[in-house]
């Protein structure tokens, strides 16, 4: 008989309000943080906490990554900022990727959040910030080299080579860039990106250079420089598809079996009764759907439910708060004995169900919806 899925560390399944239950595992990511910075050598290992460390909650996770040996951490947004700054050590640095918006400097100052610049209106705004508080202010900057997002243009670092005077008052900490194909390592605009950032950097104040986020690190010591930044890497996704993924899954997602029932040939099953059923089937309804992050295509490309070693497909469109699964082939004596079945882990990553769903496992992360009932596992004291 197939074992049946099972949460040993969580006491919620009892809780009625919980259509489905997300574990994770803090130890994993700091494993995989550990592994990463193993990886990197001499170069330092700052960790990627924005978008709410990618869903899994920053407030739990940087204090596991910071007792892992981090202690630089990135976020998108200044308000991502200012929320962490208070679940980590105030000798943390904590990097603002979009940098400060027009009138918001002082707020990086307050909380002691570090912008990465990446216009010379940001520029010139930080530096204007600094004169007003009488000392130089630390900063990042950041350079295209390629991906045509965010940086400095060429013809931007052109003209503060030309004009120092233009960066008085701002303490380079970090000259930065972002590989636009690190997950096709074969990819010719690699090379070129790392020695576009060797160059325009020649031309800014000396500083430490960073380029690689997770899938740059697997390029090698090359595109390490002096900082890498993981994030997607932490929680266990792949960092390409050329080698077999050596990170820790770090999540468990469950769904409550709400509803069961026998269906005939010609029962049609979803919204648009997209699906129909050949035979006898018997069907279970699950408490989880696109609301909770569990993307609506995701019954397009084989999407799947596990319940032990019994895989179990999706039928028919994903809805809101429901997802309805096959599962005629799960003898009725393991069926009964059921409550839920996994839809993330053990036998299917996040990868996995991105690319049922069309995505990547980014996505997939980033979009886990608020109302499962969380669990954080760690040993750590």
């Known amino acids: 008989m197939s074992d049946l899925p ?9 809780a009625p309000g919980a259509g489905a ?11 995989n ?11 330092l290992c700052a960790a990627v906490v924005k978008a709410d460390a990618y869903g899994l909650g920053a407030h739990r996770v940087a204090p596991a990554l910071e007792q892992a040996g981090a202690n630089t951490f990135f976020v998108a947004h200044l308000e991502e900022g200012i929320r962490l700054r208070q679940h980590v050590a105030p000798t943390a640095r904590i990097f603002v990727l979009h940098g400060p918006m027009p009138g918001t400097q002082a707020e990086f100052t307050r909380h002691d959040l570090l912008p990465v610049l990446n216009s010379m209106e940001q520029v010139a705004g930080w530096r204007a910030h600094a004169g007003q508080m009488g000392n130089p202010l630390p900063a990042a900057l950041q350079v295209d080299t390629g991906m045509s997002r965010f940086g400095l243009s060429d013809g931007d670092v052109t003209a503060l080579a030309a004009s120092p005077d233009l960066l008085d008052g701002i303490d380079t900490q970090l000259v930065m860039s972002h590989l636009a194909c690190a997950d096709t390592p074969a990819n010719p605009a690699n090379a070129m990106q790392r020695d576009r950032l060797r160059a325009m950097a020649g031309r800014l104040p000396a500083a430490p250079l960073a380029l690689s986020a997770s899938s740059g690190i697997f390029l090698g010591p090359d595109y390490h420089f002096d900082l890498v930044r993981p994030g997607a890497a932490l929680y266990g996704l792949a960092p390409n598809d050329d080698a077999p993924n050596p990170l820790r899954p770090t999540v468990r997602l469950g769904a409550r079996i709400v509803q069961r029932r026998t269906i005939n040939a010609g029962d049609g099953v979803g919204y648009g009764l997209t699906w129909r059923a050949t035979g006898p089937r018997r069907i279970a309804t699950l408490g989880i759907g696109y609301a909770d992050g569990f993307l609506r295509r ?3 490309g084989g999407g799947c439910a596990w319940l032990g070693d019994y895989r179990l497909p999706i039928l028919g469109r994903i809805s809101m708060d429901s997802t309805t699964i096959d599962v005629t082939g799960v003898p009725e004596g393991v069926l009964a004995q059921a409550t839920h079945v996994d839809m993330i882990g053990p036998r299917r990553s996040v990868d996995d169900v991105a690319r049922s ?4 496992g980014y996505e997939v992360l980033t979009a886990l919806g608020s109302r499962f009932h969380r669990a954080y596992l760690t040993q750590a004291a």
């Open 21 to 31: 239950m997300l574990e994770i595992d803090l130890d994993a990511i700091a494993a």
């Open 298 to 300: 995701g019954a397009d």
């Open 6 to 14: 099972s949460f040993p560390h969580d006491t919620g399944w009892a």
């Open 357 to 360: 769903a069309g995505t990547i």
């Open 33 to 43: 943080y550990r592994l990463l910075n193993a990886r990197t050598g001499n170069s």
